[in-house]
């Protein structure tokens, strides 16, 4: 196995010698393009239109298809998942935060947390030279043989988010407003002002990840060079109703401006697909996952409590939860669920541990259920004997739970729930902070934490709907050597090892996803090889206080951290 790279080994961009290349490669170069949550449900009808012509002639030209998602599927999970091959019961990330069950408490998870190498640094330990712009999860950036600017989890430009660090400055010199706020604005009368100044700041941003490309691409060089579009995402939770084929009609006006974002990033794509050509690349457009209309919001620890396995604690003792929060917020500032321990969790929630069994810590599309085990966590009551058995039990009632949606028909609201263990054919005992169980809600529904009100779904009014995640994203791919008109099925699970062997390198065994032979013209070679595991690191708090608000707001405002 080939040393980990560190910022010594580095070389500089003049460096002119091209890594060797194993096996027969069917491409030079890889542009990769991440339209984050992108799905064709939007794009179809925007390219038939004539509204989306670059991308319309790339699909038509090259391969392209569905792309599914993770379970579950969300941002963290998904881009993680395809920056190493392996599902989340390897890679040990499934949200934006994550549950520590021996110390019962919530943090946010970085690329501390990632516990599988990344393709950026596989494809550095052999050689290539890489580059990484607004890729979700790579915060904070590693050393690498290239260059990385990192993605949505950064706090703000205060923190250092690039390699090299003297690359932040040379981004604001050709960027001076460059930051990582989602910007979108409300006020109390609303008015199409304040969606024209919403969608420019969003269109302004896929301008920007252009001129990031070209600038980084040509400065530091390039085997593999991937940018992410992250508001694409950002525009759909907060746009939907004037992006659905269903509801856009209602709002022609507002559906013709948003409509004209789309237009705004096909140009990028036009500029980036000759930007690829100009360097003999390949190019890879990818989603994270799909969207779609967000119906209704899941309450599973209201069931749990009206089933008995979760108990809230008195109006009293919630009582003086609240004040123990105000007195902090008034002595040290306003708090974060995670400032405060297990008191922070429980401000919005007031569990009472030594009467439950069974609670949803956090939520990200899906429910991230735990079993309040004694000898687990400094709470536990349930005993080890009993484990397994309420597992089933809880995966039964869950299951059948149905609710009645606008229509009037009825719906459960957790067609699967699953054992992590068994999803992700992982070991429990090798990742003891995964879920006992993961609730995956019908289509439309995201789940919540909180409790609020005495419904299971709270249904979403139809004047204020929007967004949330589906399985299916989107993979396009073009160049030399891909099959035109192709049209393929994919898992994003599939991407890193289809792009080793598309680059004339080896996989790594223990990638569980397959190479997506069907794409290309002529069938890639797949040797496989040991795997390259990565060394163990140590534990690192990389958020302060301030940074964990700044980014408790901004995944609060798309609904995350309900």
Same mark, same amino acid.
């Given at each position: 196995?080939?040393?980990?790279?560190?910022?010594?080994?580095?070389?500089?961009?003049?460096?002119? *010698?091209?890594?060797?290349?194993?096996?027969?490669?069917?491409?030079?170069?890889?542009?990769?393009?991440?339209?984050?949550?992108?799905?064709?449900?939007?794009?179809?009808?925007?390219?038939?239109?004539?509204?989306?012509?670059?991308?319309?002639?790339?699909?038509?030209?090259?391969?392209?298809?569905?792309?599914?998602?993770?379970?579950?599927?969300?941002?963290?999970?998904?881009?993680?998942?395809?920056?190493?091959?392996?599902?989340?019961?390897?890679?040990?990330?499934?949200?934006?935060?994550?549950?520590?069950?021996?110390?019962?408490?919530?943090?946010?998870?970085?690329?501390?947390?990632?516990?599988?190498?990344?393709?950026?640094?596989?494809?550095?330990?052999?050689?290539?030279?890489?580059?990484?712009?607004?890729?979700?999860?790579?915060?904070?950036?590693?050393?690498?043989?290239?260059?990385?600017?990192?993605?949505?989890?950064?706090?703000?430009?205060?923190?250092?988010?690039?390699?090299?660090?003297?690359?932040?400055?040379?981004?604001?010199?050709?960027?001076?407003?460059?930051?990582?706020?989602?910007?979108?604005?409300?006020?109390?009368?609303?008015?199409?002002?304040?969606?024209?100044?919403?969608?420019?700041?969003?269109?302004? *941003?896929?301008?920007?990840?252009?001129?990031?490309?070209?600038?980084?691409?040509?400065?530091?060089?390039?085997?593999?060079?991937?940018?992410?579009?992250?508001?694409?995402?950002?525009?759909?939770?907060?746009?939907?109703?004037?992006?659905?084929?269903?509801?856009?009609?209602?709002?022609?006006?507002?559906?013709?401006?948003?409509?004209?974002?789309?237009?705004?990033?096909?140009?990028?794509?036009?500029?980036?697909?000759?930007?690829?050509?100009?360097?003999?690349?390949?190019?890879?457009?990818?989603?994270?996952?799909?969207?779609?209309?967000?119906?209704?919001?899941?309450?599973?620890?209201?069931?749990?409590?009206?089933?008995?396995?979760?108990?809230?604690?008195?109006?009293?003792?919630?009582?003086?939860?609240?004040?123990?929060?105000?007195?902090?917020?008034?002595?040290?500032?306003?708090?974060?669920?995670?400032?405060?321990?297990?008191?922070?969790?429980?401000?919005?929630?007031?569990?009472?541990?030594?009467?439950?069994?069974?609670?949803?810590?956090?939520?990200?599309?899906?429910?991230?259920?735990?079993?309040?085990?004694?000898?687990?966590?400094?709470?536990?009551?349930?005993?080890?004997?009993?484990?397994?058995?309420?597992?089933?039990?809880?995966?039964?009632?869950?299951?059948?739970?149905?609710?009645?949606?606008?229509?009037?028909?009825?719906?459960?609201?957790?067609?699967?729930?699953?054992?992590?263990?068994?999803?992700?054919?992982?070991?429990?005992?090798?990742?003891?902070?995964?879920?006992?169980?993961?609730?995956?809600?019908?289509?439309?529904?995201?789940?919540?934490?909180?409790?609020?009100?005495?419904?299971?779904?709270?249904?979403?009014? *139809?004047?204020?709907?929007?967004?949330?995640?589906?399985?299916?994203?989107?993979?396009?791919?073009?160049?030399?050597?891909?099959?035109?008109?192709?049209?393929?099925?994919?898992?994003?699970?599939?991407?890193?090892?289809?792009?080793?062997?598309?680059?004339?390198?080896?996989?790594?065994?223990?990638?569980?996803?397959?190479?997506?032979?069907?794409?290309?013209?002529?069938?890639?070679?797949?040797?496989?090889?040991?795997?390259?595991?990565?060394?163990?690191?140590?534990?690192?708090?990389?958020?302060?206080?301030?940074?964990?608000?700044?980014?408790?707001?901004?995944?609060?405002?798309?609904?995350?951290?309900?």
């Amino acid at each position: 196995m080939q040393p980990e790279v560190s910022v010594a080994d580095v070389p500089g961009p003049a460096a002119q *010698s091209r890594a060797p290349r194993p096996l027969k490669p069917l491409t030079d170069r890889l542009l990769i393009i991440g339209l984050d949550g992108a799905t064709f449900y939007v794009l179809d009808p925007l390219m038939n239109a004539g509204r989306m012509p670059n991308l319309k002639r790339f699909i038509e030209q090259g391969t392209a298809g569905v792309l599914h998602s993770t379970q579950p599927p969300i941002t963290p999970a998904a881009w993680t998942t395809f920056m190493t091959g392996k599902g989340p019961g390897q890679h040990g990330i499934l949200d934006f935060e994550k549950y520590d069950v021996f110390q019962h408490q919530l943090t946010f998870n970085s690329t501390y947390q990632i516990e599988e190498k990344t393709i950026w640094e596989l494809l550095s330990e052999k050689g290539l030279r890489v580059g990484s712009i607004n890729v979700p999860m790579t915060f904070p950036p590693k050393p690498i043989n290239g260059f990385m600017i990192s993605g949505f989890e950064t706090p703000s430009i205060d923190a250092e988010f690039t390699y090299p660090r003297e690359l932040k400055q040379e981004i604001f010199q050709q960027i001076p407003n460059y930051n990582y706020r989602t910007n979108w604005q409300r006020r109390a009368l609303g008015g199409q002002d304040v969606l024209e100044t919403n969608l420019e700041y969003i269109a302004n *941003s896929f301008e920007q990840g252009y001129r990031l490309t070209t600038y980084c691409g040509d400065k530091y060089g390039w085997d593999v060079l991937m940018t992410v579009m992250k508001l694409v995402d950002n525009l759909q939770h907060k746009a939907w109703k004037y992006l659905d084929p269903q509801t856009a009609g209602n709002f022609p006006r507002e559906a013709e401006l948003a409509a004209r974002v789309f237009t705004r990033l096909d140009d990028v794509l036009g500029r980036m697909f000759e930007y690829a050509e100009r360097n003999n690349a390949t190019v890879l457009i990818m989603s994270d996952h799909g969207h779609g209309s967000l119906d209704g919001k899941a309450q599973p620890n209201l069931l749990l409590k009206r089933w008995g396995y979760l108990a809230l604690r008195s109006p009293w003792q919630q009582a003086n939860t609240r004040a123990a929060y105000w007195w902090h917020r008034f002595t040290k500032g306003k708090a974060t669920r995670f400032e405060q321990g297990s008191r922070g969790i429980e401000r919005e929630l007031a569990v009472d541990w030594t009467r439950t069994r069974a609670c949803v810590m956090h939520a990200g599309i899906y429910g991230y259920l735990y079993i309040n085990l004694k000898g687990r966590g400094p709470h536990g009551i349930v005993e080890p004997a009993d484990y397994e058995p309420l597992r089933n039990e809880l995966i039964e009632r869950l299951r059948s739970a149905s609710v009645r949606d606008r229509n009037g028909r009825e719906v459960r609201i957790f067609p699967h729930v699953y054992k992590t263990e068994t999803l992700y054919h992982c070991d429990r005992g090798e990742n003891p902070n995964l879920p006992d169980l993961l609730l995956a809600p019908n289509p439309g529904l995201a789940v919540i934490r909180k409790i609020r009100g005495g419904q299971a779904v709270r249904w979403c009014k *139809s004047a204020r709907l929007e967004g949330t995640h589906r399985d299916e994203g989107i993979l396009a791919l073009g160049g030399a050597n891909v099959r035109h008109g192709q049209r393929t099925e994919a898992s994003i699970i599939d991407i890193a090892p289809t792009m080793l062997a598309a680059l004339g390198l080896r996989v790594p065994v223990d990638m569980e996803g397959r190479v997506i032979r069907e794409a290309f013209t002529t069938d890639p070679v797949i040797e496989r090889e040991p795997p390259l595991k990565k060394a163990v690191e140590e534990a690192v708090e990389v958020y302060s206080d301030s940074d964990r608000r700044i980014l408790e707001e901004r995944l609060t405002e798309l609904g995350y951290l309900e």
